[in-house]
């Protein structure tokens, strides 16, 4: 089983700043098969990646990824209120696992 | 606009059965695969089950082989999950999701149904 942990745990910034949240592959993944989600307090996941780096439909362009092998990041350019929210990775290569979140709190 | 909307949770105690319904709307349901995604209390996403766009393939997680089982009515655009010999284990949030085919990500969710097996 690949094995995703995102890190940090919690990132406390304010509305403005840059995110950068990362995803380690326990193995080497093509960037393909590399998903990120949004999810806030009793509402349905959100995909706002697929292969790593494209944009699912109506995503902001503030919300961008990069990565390959074993290392992927998600960067959210300039914080915006809505933004703060937990995230995941998830990979579909072999079978499918997520990592275990990376909560975004505003400081 | 695309909707999926989970129900059939509840309590239930260990050993015995519920059904979990996904129904789906804005889209021709028929052209997608879905899968089932569970959350524990305190635990990462855990995948359990996805079904192809006609119902012909089927593929589960080893934690379910076997209790739990899958299908679909194109008639009427819903998803189920049938889940025997539940276990306290597993108690959670059960999603669904749609996908482009049963072994790709999901695009879109819904909010989630909540299970809980305990005596």
Known sequence: EIVLTQSPGTLSLSPGERA?????????????????????PGQAPRLLLYGASSRATGIPDRFSGSGSGTDFTLTISRLEPEDFAVYYCHQYVNSFTFGQGTRLEIK | ???????????????????????????????????????????????VVAISYDGSKTDYADSVKGRFTISRDNSKNTVYLQMNSLRPEDTGVYYCARARSSGWYGDYWGQGTLVTVSS
């Open chain 2, 1 to 47: 606009q695309v909707q999926l909307v989970e129900s059939g949770g509840g309590v239930v105690q260990p050993g015995r059965s519920l059904r979990l319904s996904c129904a789906a709307s804005g889209f021709t349901f028929s052209s997608y695969a879905f899968h089932w995604v569970r959350q524990a209390p305190g635990k990462r996403l855990e995948w």
């Open chain 1, 20 to 40: 950068t949240l990362s995803c380690r592959a326990s193995q080497t993944i093509s960037s393909t098969y590399l998903a990120w989600y949004q999810r806030k």
